[in-house]
């Protein structure tokens, strides 16, 4: 059973910076494609970013586009997200999981954003 964690969270100003890290347990990880999710206070958990299994096509979400970097380490089951020029909107629980969101989820890392 895959189970995930993940970290990295924190408070940061806006205009700030943060590395979440995302720890994948189980034998299959490589042949995933990756994802990271969102849920904001009050709203509906939303794709923020994806990544190929093989690292090779990343997308995100408009939202965030061009402040984000999506990537991964399939030798040491990790993934990662680069987070820059952050807002306020972006106060949320971040979460990975599975492109198509299958995986059981973890308990996210919550990001702060003051305004």
């Known amino acids: 059973q895959v189970q995930l964690v993940e970290s990295g969270g924190g408070l940061v100003q806006a205009g700030g910076s943060l590395r979440l890290s995302c720890a994948v347990s189980?034998?299959?990880?490589?042949?995933?494609?990756m994802a990271w999710f969102r849920r904001a206070p009050g709203k509906e958990r939303e794709f923020v970013a994806g990544?190929?299994?093989?690292?090779?096509?990343?997308s995100y979400a408009d939202s965030m586009k061009g402040r984000l970097t999506i990537s991964r380490d399939n030798a040491k089951k990790m993934m990662f997200l680069q987070m820059n020029m952050l807002k306020a909107e972006d106060t949320a629980v971040y979460y990975c999981?599975?492109?198509?969101?299958?995986?059981?989820w973890g308990q996210g890392t919550q990001v702060t954003v003051s305004a």
């Open positions: 999981n599975n492109r198509g969101g299958t995986f059981a």
């Open positions: 990544i190929r299994w093989d690292g090779g096509q990343t």
């Open positions: 189980g034998p299959t990880f490589s042949i995933y494609s």
